[in-house]
DNA sequence: CGCTAATTTGACCTGGATCAACTACGGTGG
DNA sequence: CCACCGTAGTTGATCCAGGTCAAATTAGCG
């Protein structure tokens, strides 16, 4: 859990240290990056679809998504992200956003000039290589939501949901004990999964009938990570973690 | 089209230059890139989910794709490739593949070791970039593979999907006049869609039917483009292209 | 010509969508 | 302390896009 005497960036340090070994020195360069620090409302867009980025935005507190908003209103999201996470960092190389990025909860974030980022990559390249890796694990996660919404059934695919998020968190620090934080609505899981939001509720209801899982108050609890693991075929390796890489 | 005359690496620098521009230096330093060129029969493994790779594969022609395997003989397809592509060139970051890549029709690739990749990226910071922002446009394709399977029905997915694959054949030369090749099974499609194959097989025949498009031997044409991008929603924006960036 | 893989068809079924209330609950203001 | 309100969660009834099964037809190809 952070402290008040961690450095402001200890997220992404943290984030970075679950991927793979930071030395010293670039742990260093990655606490002297310039930043502006931002407390956020939930539910507010930070980049919008279309935008031009300059900056990119670390998460350092609280859950935001990546989304697109398509015809009729509906929604996909492309991704969840807690602290430690970048989820604008593509944005360095193709400024041109063709999605948004927002808050889901109240969220404390530090943006990043890009130029601050390239001159921190062009010293370390240890460190460009530890955000593109992370970069690819993120493209790894899409791959996976793919497989889950083509090949799967809302129950085990909301199963592996839970199994991925409860693990990314863990990795930094977030969640012990098969209990974590999910502080998203259905409707939220909803358009994530590609189900409607009244589905999600009966999945959710018959996953805590079954004694899998609980989900209540912003709060997951695993009631059986070994059958939870079992119903979503779930495999961490795509994770490329340091510790646990497999479930 | 590729003449005899065209340098074997040619199609890479064919579709890095549909993205950006390459100086004279660059192009030379990624045709001086060693290479074993090999020829493949249809639906060969060329990596398999699970290996650790140390070199990379560029596909010169035929047709390529990404997929995982998943219990019951369930298979998800997460991308298709042509010439120019090199599907695994996130082993040169991440060498444990979390899935596979084989041949859809014989094809004729080039393995470069990864040694030499680095090489060229470490000499020419300006193609490493290029080679990035390659895998950035991978990654939002992902993303729209995404959406199309969690918020459009059928049909549109299908119209998506051909509108990419025809855009992404067009910018590397392998298209014009709304007709391309296509030379995929309706089970691939279903693959690649998440749908069965029996729907497929009616979705095509729909559109057939509305004279949006003909697949037929392996062929596609467009009857009507401004038709199909239309049910499609489809904005080409997310493709980067430099030519026709919007469909 | 004969085989095999691919496509097509028809009948039937089901997971999950949609629609429409209704309930629970945490503010918030009087 | 309670009435009110908005958000999130639940429930039931009904519907349909797309799945499954099984068999028939067609296309390639050696």
């Known amino acids: 859990m952070a402290t008040e005497f961690d450095h402001p960036l200890q997220p992404l340090v943290r984030k970075l240290e ?28 930070v980049v919008r679809d279309g935008d031009t980025a300059s900056q990119c935005c670390l998460v350092l507190e609280g859950w935001a998504c990546r989304y697109k908003i398509i015809r009729e209103g509906k929604r996909q999201i492309f991704s969840f992200h807690i602290a430690g996470d970048i989820p604008d960092l593509q944005g360095l190389h193709i400024p ?30 240890g460190v460009a290589a530890k955000l ?86 912003g709060v997951l609890v695993i009631e059986d990570w070994d059958e939870l693991v079992r119903v979503a075929e779930f495999d961490g390796a795509y994770l490329h973690q340091r510790k646990r890489a497999v479930a």
């Open 132 to 217: 593109w890796h992370d970069m690819l694990v993120d493209a790894g996660i899409f791959r996976q939501w793919l497989i889950c919404m083509g090949r799967r059934s809302a129950y085990d695919q909301m199963a592996h949901l839970f199994c991925e998020l409860y693990l990314r968190q863990e990795a930094v620090g977030l969640a012990a004990d098969n209990r974590c934080s999910m502080p998203i609505t259905q409707v939220d899981l909803a358009d994530a999964t590609g189900l409607s939001y009244v589905h999600v509720n009966r999945v959710l209801q018959e996953m805590r009938a079954k004694g899998l899982i609980t989900l209540r108050g």
């Open 96 to 125: 041109l956003m063709d999605h948004g990025f927002a808050t889901m909860t109240t969220a404390t974030v530090a943006f990043i000039p890009h130029e601050a980022m390239r001159d921190l990559t062009a010293r370390f390249s």
């Open 18 to 45: 679950s991927l793979t070994i930071l030395s010293d020195e670039e742990r260093e360069a990655i606490q002297g990056l310039p930043f502006k620090r931002r407390a956020l409302n939930a539910r507010q867009d």
